[in-house]
């Protein structure tokens, strides 16, 4: 057995399928979720204040635990850690519905949270061992499975389960999606354990983990996935309310608006490497920036639905080029692929947090509108430092 295929267990033999059924399938739980949950909140009486605290739940659970996940993969195994951590969350999925106030949702959702980096670095460090042999142009492939889940299957399949079974049929068929994970990867995980030789102790694994942003490349993504996940928090935890209150869309239609976005980004994911292949990495984010901040402007200064329209198109392209970029970065680099993953998604979840308080106070001041206008003014500020600033090499080759 090849050492590729010793780290990557039984997916190896089958390619990149067990990776895109895993991603899918957890796309779809997470869109579930974002279905559900906010209307869980509001049947429940949660004021907006608490609303913006639920949605921001699970992404303070993920950040919280992103570091720690890496070390506790490396230490156990990505078979055990991933197969444990689905069970875990299969459980408190079929409590969460059982919930009579808003405040024992939210810490559900963190429980949950929790719970979530330790299957995601599982995967994705997976992949990024396997990228170099499956091919860099598919480095979208993972993250377009994902979203097709999340901004595609995830919100249908909720849909159609409160029109026919309610909410709390929507719960637990989001626990047993979870527990069925469990079993896959059960079968195509590897039990084997990065080292064979004694490991660090936690905190000091946590500070190799956070010393790779010594390396130049490292932190520039790290800056780039905190930046866009701060920013995307703004459209996706408001897109819904200003299609029906700015735009004047009924309920059904603004979920259409989500959906677009989505499958706009899992077009960019699947074939966005084959159009910016041999384009410099810094001409690739400053078209991004251009799409991104465009998209947010027109969110904040137009009433018509064909502007609605084209912004979302817009947002989808640019945040889906970004995260196709660095995947493809990170997947050059040296460094153990666990800890990437932990740092990059540590990096996404806080600003997905940040982004969803920041928003709900934005809103609750300027309104929608000017919340909309405030993101893409802050992403153009953020992304100014790696679109202009000292020059970043390399292609996307």
């Known amino acids: 057995m090849s050492g590729l295929e010793d780290r990557t267990g039984g997916a190896a033999r ?14 779809t739980t997470a869109g579930m979720l974002r279905a ?25 659970g993920m950040a919280a635990m992103t570091l720690p996940a890496g070390v506790m993969i490396s230490r156990f195994g990505a078979r055990r850690v991933y197969v444990l951590a689905s069970l875990t969350i299969t459980l408190v999925y079929l409590v969460v519905p059982l919930s009579r106030a808003w405040l024992p949702l939210a810490l559900g959702l963190a429980v949950g949270g929790c719970c979530m980096p330790f299957r995601i670095v599982s995967i994705s ?31 249908s399949l909720a849909t159609a389960l ?65 930046s866009q996940g701060l920013v995307f928090a703004f459209f996706s935890a408001f897109i819904v309310v200003a299609a029906v209150r700015l735009f004047g869309l009924s309920e059904p239609e603004a979920i259409l608006i989500r959906l677009l976005e989505g499958a706009v980004a899992v077009f960019t994911s699947f074939f966005g490497g084959y159009l910016v292949k041999d384009r410099p990495v810094r001409w690739i984010y400053r078209v991004s920036l251009v799409l991104i901040a465009a998209g947010f402007l027109l969110l904040g200064t137009t ?30 680099t040296e460094a153990p692929k666990g800890r990437l993953s932990s740092l990059q998604l540590f990096s996404s979840m806080s600003g997905a947090f940040c982004g969803a308080l920041l928003g709900g106070f934005l809103s609750a001041q300027l309104g929608l509108r000017g919340m909309f206008l405030c993101g893409g003014g802050l992403y153009a500020l953020l992304a100014s430092r790696w679109c202009f600033g000292p020059s970043i090499k390399g292609t996307a080759a």
């Open 162 to 226: 409160l029109e026919t079974s309610g909410l709390t049929a929507g719960y637990w068929t989001v626990s047993a999606l979870f527990g069925a994970m469990g079993g896959v990867g059960l079968m195509v995980l590897s039990p084997h354990r990065a080292d064979g030789e004694t490991l660090p102790t936690l905190t000091r694994s946590v500070a190799q983990t956070l010393d790779l942003l010594r390396d130049r490349v490292v932190a520039a993504i790290c800056t780039i996935e905190l």
């Open 303 to 332: 009433a018509s639905h064909a502007f609605l329209l084209l912004s979302t198109l817009l947002l989808g392209c640019g945040f889906g080029l970004t995260s196709l970029i660095n995947v493809m970065r990170l997947s050059e």
């Open 14 to 27: 089958w390619g990149i399928a067990p990776y895109l059924l895993l991603s899918l399938a957890a796309g």
């Open 125 to 155: 460090s997976s992949f990024l061992d396997r990228l170099r042999l499956l091919g860099r142009d598919k480095a979208g492939w993972y993250g377009g499975s994902t979203t097709i889940g999340m901004l595609l299957l995830g919100p």
């Open 36 to 60: 559900l949950s906010p209307i869980f909140a509001l049947r429940l009486g949660a004021e907006p204040a608490q609303i913006g605290i639920i949605s921001g739940a699970e992404s303070l």
